[in-house]
T-cell receptor
């Protein structure tokens, strides 16, 4: 069974640029959630995708957007990068909307905005 | 509003000593509660979860946690800490409707020989 993978591992961007982060969900999982973890903080929920549709969003501006593909992999796109976007971005997959459910996290992508 | 509080930012314990990490939550309904561990540069690994039933739950790596509704707490315990337990620990509350998980700010554990 393949776990959750994320790419790239690290990324350095300049303020104002755009970035795309990628996540492959665990086999058999159709739901992907994205989190932002700033240094010294807990993960903050960005949004969730279920069967290719956005299925809930946290308190993040529209310049944070996403996609989920038919194979349930996902992308997180951030436009007009700001310095405060520097963080570890975590992807988590789960089996779906059934409650209760567990999330399995990937290793994260470390984004640095200069 | 839903929230999770981990009062201890950093804890240091001696190897072999017992450990308790505190977690308090605010949630409007029956919560689903989780403890995760994060090693440096890594993602989060699930230690244990509480959904219903027995309020004392067992997890991996010898950890356990007790749900106390009256105190809105879900404290993590381990009777004897190993050096490899040094990491960041996060408590989280999950939804019984919707899909948003709320994480605490974490407790950093240092284990000294």
């Amino acid at each position: 069974e393949t776990g959750v993978t994320q790419s790239p591992t690290h990324l350095i961007k300049t303020r104002g640029q755009q970035v795309t982060l990628r996540c492959s969900s665990q086999s058999g999982h159709n739901t992907v959630s994205w989190y932002q973890q700033a240094l010294g903080q807990g993960p903050q929920f960005i949004f969730q995708y279920y069967r290719e549709e956005e299925n809930g969003r946290g308190n993040f501006p529209p310049r944070f957007s996403g996609l989920q593909f038919p194979n349930y992999s996902s992308e997180l796109n951030v436009n007009a990068l700001e310095l405060d976007d520097s963080a570890l971005y975590l992807c988590a997959s789960s089996t779906g909307q059934g409650i209760p459910y567990e999330q399995y996290f990937g290793p994260g992508t470390r984004l640095t905005v200069t | 509003a839903q929230s999770v509080t981990q009062p201890d930012i950093h804890i240091t314990v001696s190897e072999g000593a017992s450990l308790e990490l505190r977690c308090n939550y605010s949630y409007g309904a029956t919560p689903y509660l989780f403890w995760y561990v994060q090693s440096p540069g890594q993602g989060l690994q699930l230690l244990l979860k509480y959904f219903s039933g027995d309020t004392l739950v067992q997890g991996i790596k010898g950890f356990e946690a007790e749900f106390k509704r009256s105190q809105s707490s879900f404290n993590l315990r381990k009777p004897s800490v190993h050096w490899s337990d040094a990491a960041e620990y996060f408590c989280a509350v999950g939804p019984n409707t919707g899909n948003q998980f709320y994480f605490g700010t974490g407790t950093s554990l240092t284990v000294i020989p």
